[in-house]
């Protein structure tokens, strides 16, 4: 037989030929189906980091070019100085280098690039710290002790919940208020919003990473923690009565002189939940205080360093790991899908000037 | 007749590199879905996985081009013989594209190119972040044009198998007698 000669292939009946074509019609479609169930296609309730986004930007209103959460803010830049104290905790090259360079942001938790900097009393700190091995560690902090909640899907709940009225404009309080009635993990939260007053400076702030961590030394010992940037400033003044006030405070003390933080590491306890941020590891706790955050310079963010940062609290150096918190994941991808967004609207960025008032 | 079966290396790599393809392509349309911790488990596997096949496929482009193919069916239509042809050279371009597409992307992001918690692989570009924009569409839709292709092959192998009943899908399937 030559190597080309077709088989002697005997006519197929109607209904064969009819047969196979359609198993391979329902082959092709059965994975194409699978790969669409994959996706959450055919799950529109399924919790997505675009549907989280959506949320986001259904809440905030669209600002295109800004982050879709916590847009108010400013590029920082400086360094970290380790005391080398956590360098038998952790084998990450921040905690035993003696200086590792900083690109960081402080900003506002609203929705809105255009809030004013006294409407809500959380002040927020992300921080990229780069390595001389090329590795990262990216956190973003805030100053509360506790998230509202534990779960991605809560989160979802309360955004939804909080979500502004048509008719007013503001959350309905009835529909926030049910919220917190039925979600009792966001006492903690709640007890530190009823005290908490807006901060005059983001340098007299502490900020916490409220989600828990692993650290690894190089024997492979496991230590789970949660960190804090104490400020080592302390409050001074009352926040004014204006509209903008952080930035210009930022830009004065920097203008005096560098700006500096404590990194303490609290150590957790047996029992200390790792996977749950809306819940506080009381009582007495171990310390390290693993050096000193040093913040040198502002810039704009709309041309600054961190605005092409995504402070991703999973891009961690080896020596970091992200806990079993749910809350980490969640974080990462919705950030993600952030990321995706706003980058391919960098040109519709208004400039610097008008940053804090609107176009 | 080896001229009729594919060489083993041609036909391991092709089987091997299915099960990755699908494999990835499942992978990284359910990692962009998700919020849980699989969001994070099906990253750390996507990322290997994508270099793994961008290894697997200049491998396999040299044992391509080193070894001889089995002729398509000389009463194959030449439509068809054609679009054989154009569906193949389509598959190994984005086969080369898609990990480099997406090993560029995270560089235009700024993020470490991590392969595990300490392999690290260079930048393949700066960060910037509309060329970060433009990639990340890329490597979406560069990804649902790999699908459709994958489809369309195994339709392909199929209609060849079922259908005409030639020796196309045996050629692959198994080595001579």
């Not at chain 1, 901060?199 to 024997?219: D, I, P």
């Not at chain 1, 590491?265 to 790792?274: I, K, R, V, Y």
């Not at chain 2, 924009?133 to 195994?154: D, N």
Request: charged letters at 15%.
């Amino acid at each position: 037989m030559a190597p080309n000669d077709p088989q002697p292939r005997p006519p197929l009946s109607p209904l064969s030929l009819a047969l196979r074509v359609g198993a391979i019609g329902a082959v092709t479609l059965l994975l194409a189906g699978a790969l669409a169930y994959t996706g959450g296609y055919f799950s529109p309730e399924r919790l997505t980091p675009d549907r989280v986004v959506d949320v986001l930007e259904k809440n905030n209103g669209e600002h295109p070019g800004f982050r879709r959460n916590h847009p108010k803010g400013v590029c920082v830049t400086g360094y970290f100085e380790s005391s080398g104290a956590a360098a038998s905790l952790s084998s990450a090259e921040v905690f035993s280098a003696t200086r590792t360079p900083v690109q960081g942001r402080f900003s506002l938790p609203t929705g809105n690039p255009y809030s004013p900097d006294s409407a809500a009393a959380l002040r927020s700190m992300a921080l990229r710290f780069q390595q001389a091995n090329g590795q990262q560690w990216r956190t973003g902090m805030n100053s509360m002790p506790v998230f509202p909640v534990g779960t991605p899907e809560a989160f979802f709940g309360l955004l939804q919940a909080t979500a502004p009225d048509p008719a007013t404009g503001k959350p309905d309080p009835q529909k926030a208020g049910a919220f917190f009635a039925s979600h009792p993990e966001t006492g903690a939260f709640l007890a530190w919003a009823k005290t908490a007053k807006p901060a005059a400076s983001f340098v007299t702030e502490t900020y916490n990473s409220v989600n828990a961590f692993y650290l690894t030394n190089a024997a492979g010992q496991r230590q789970t923690v949660r960190w804090s940037m104490v400020a080592t400033t302390p409050a001074d003044s009352v926040a004014p009565q204006a509209e903008n006030y952080l930035l210009a405070d930022l830009q004065q003390r920097l203008a005096a002189g560098a700006q500096r933080w404590d990194l303490v590491l609290t150590l957790a306890n047996p029992g200390d939940p790792s996977n749950d941020a809306s819940k506080a590891w009381s009582g007495k706790h171990r310390t390290v205080t693993a050096g000193t955050l040093v913040i040198e310079r502002e810039q704009a963010q709309d041309n600054g360093e961190c605005r092409d940062i995504n402070y991703d609290p999973l891009i961690l150096p080896s020596g970091i790991e992200g806990s079993d918190d749910p809350l980490l994941a969640a974080r990462s991808a919705a950030y993600a899908a952030s990321y995706k967004r706003r980058t391919g609207e960098v040109n519709s960025l208004p400039a610097s000037a008008s940053q804090e008032s609107r176009p | 007749m080896s001229a009729q079966h594919f060489s083993l290396p041609a036909r391991v790599l092709h089987w091997l590199m299915a099960i990755m393809i699908l494999a990835m392509l499942f992978v990284g349309v359910g990692m962009v879905a998700s919020v849980s911790e699989r969001h994070q488990w099906l990253i750390n596997l996507h990322k290997p996985l994508g270099i793994a096949i961008l290894l697997l496929v200049i491998v396999r482009l040299v044992v391509r081009f080193s070894s001889t193919t089995p002729p398509l069916p000389a009463d194959l239509p030449a439509v068809q013989a054609l679009a054989a042809k154009l569906s193949h050279v389509l598959l190994y371009a984005l086969m080369l594209a898609l990990p480099l597409v997406g090993w560029a992307m995270i560089s235009a992001a700024g993020d470490p190119v991590m392969l595990g918690s300490a392999l690290q692989l260079p930048a393949l570009l700066p960060a910037d972040a509309p060329t970060f924009a433009v990639l990340r569409k890329a490597h979406r839709y560069l990804a649902y044009l790999l699908f459709a292709t994958v489809l369309l092959h195994l339709a392909g192998a199929l209609f060849h198998a079922w259908v005409r009943r030639d020796h196309v899908l045996h050629s692959m399937a198994r080595g001579p007698r």
